[in-house]
């Protein structure tokens, strides 16, 4: 019997809707604090803040890919994540959370691609694929999309 491989996940509550990202990508969950401005930046990015001595930008998702106004932001946590293409100035971001990750073992037939969602909503920025899990939507980031407009924002020697 051939055994379907699994992805260990995690189900992350962002202000608007859920997320699914691998385990490997998460280097911890940390409970909200305000974050400092950053000059410049994008509506969805919060702001940063120090983490293990490096600054860190913060993004809400929720603003980014479910159109959420600023002003009803509600977060909770803050999902560190590791950046696909770690370079000197950017090798992490945090993504702002209604509440704790809730890990998965996800099996690919878990997953449901063929939703009906306007092609306006399937493009938004930031979403990379939309999905279904458990009969709820959710929405498998663009980390390249988001990292690439990171990356310019943090200064690094």
């Known amino acids: 019997m051939d055994a379907s491989p699994s992805l260990r996940c995690l189900l992350m509550t962002v202000q608007g809707g859920q997320i699914i990202l691998p385990n490997s990508l998460v280097a911890e969950v940390l409970p909200f604090a305000t974050p400092l ?52 100035r950017l090798l992490h971001f945090g993504i702002l959370g209604t509440a704790a990750p809730r890990p998965l073992n996800l099996q690919r037939e878990h997953l449901n691609f063929d939703l009906d969602i306007p092609d306006g909503d399937r493009n938004r920025p930031g979403a ?26 943090v200064r690094r020697a």
């Open 37 to 88: 401005q950053i000059e410049a930046a994008p509506h969805w990015v919060t702001g940063a803040m120090l983490w293990h001595n490096l600054t860190t930008p913060l993004v809400s998702l929720g603003r980014l890919v479910f159109r959420v106004a600023p002003d009803a932001d509600l977060n909770s946590r803050i999902i560190i994540v590791n950046t696909l293409n770690p370079d000197s």
């Open 128 to 153: 990379l694929s939309w999905a279904s899990y458990q009969g709820q939507p959710v929405v498998i980031p663009d980390m390249d999309a988001i990292e690439a407009v990171l990356q310019p924002l």
